[in-house]
C-alpha cells in the first residue's frame, strides 16, 4: 500500500501534498485483524532512476535457491514448512529459551500485538534461523521478524 493517498510521504524526492488528518484516516483503513494476517510488512522505497539501472552484485538466483531447498527440507523433517506448525508444534521448533521469551514479550506488550501477530513473528523468525542454518531461534532471529512488522508500527500500534 502507499503510505499516505498522495504516495509521497517520505519520498525524499517529492514532498507530500496530504494533511496529517487524510494520513491518518488512510492508514487506519487497515484493521488490526487485517494487520495480524500479513507476516512481512516492509517499506519499500522508492529509488532513483540511476539506482535502478546500475549494475549490481547482488546473491545470484542459484544460491538463494540452495539455501531456501535447504530451509525447506529442515522443515520437512521437522514436521511441516513453518507456515503450516500449528501451535503447540511451532512452540516446540522455537523453543525459545528465558531471555527470547522475556525480551519477546516485552516488544509484544510495548508493540500491542495479538496472539495470532505473536505466532506470526515466530513463524517469521522460524524460517530465519532455518535460512541462516540456526537449529534454535535466537535473538538475533526474532529482531529480524519484529522489524518485518512496520505497518503495526506504523499504524501507531506501539512504539
Not at 500491542?112 to 501477530?117: D, G, T, Y
Amino acid at each position: 500500500m502507499n503510505p499516505c493517498p498522495c504516495g509521497h510521504l517520505g519520498d525524499p524526492r517529492q514532498q507530500c501534498s496530504c494533511t496529517p488528518n487524510q494520513i491518518q484516516r488512510y492508514q487506519a483503513r487497515l484493521s488490526g485483524p487485517l494487520l495480524d494476517r500479513i507476516d512481512l510488512q516492509i517499506e519499500v522505497p522508492a529509488l532513483p532512476a540511476e539506482q535502478l539501472t546500475a549494475k549490481t552484485q547482488g546473491e545470484n538466483s542459484e544460491t538463494v535457491r540452495a539455501r531456501v531447498m535447504a530451509a525447506r527440507k529442515i522443515q520437512y523433517a521437522r514436521g511441516g514448512l513453518n507456515a503450516h506448525l500449528s501451535t503447540s508444534e511451532l512452540e516446540t521448533a522455537c523453543a525459545l529459551g528465558d531471555d527470547e521469551r522475556a525480551w519477546l514479550s516485552g516488544v509484544l506488550a510495548r508493540l500491542n500485538l495479538s496472539a495470532r501477530a505473536y505466532h506470526r513473528v515466530l513463524k517469521v523468525a522460524r524460517t530465519i534461523a532455518d535460512l541462516n542454518g540456526e537449529a534454535k531461534v535466537e535473538k538475533g532471529a526474532l529482531m529480524e521478524a519484529i522489524g518485518y512488522r512496520q505497518l503495526d508500527r506504523m499504524m501507531g500500534r506501539g512504539v
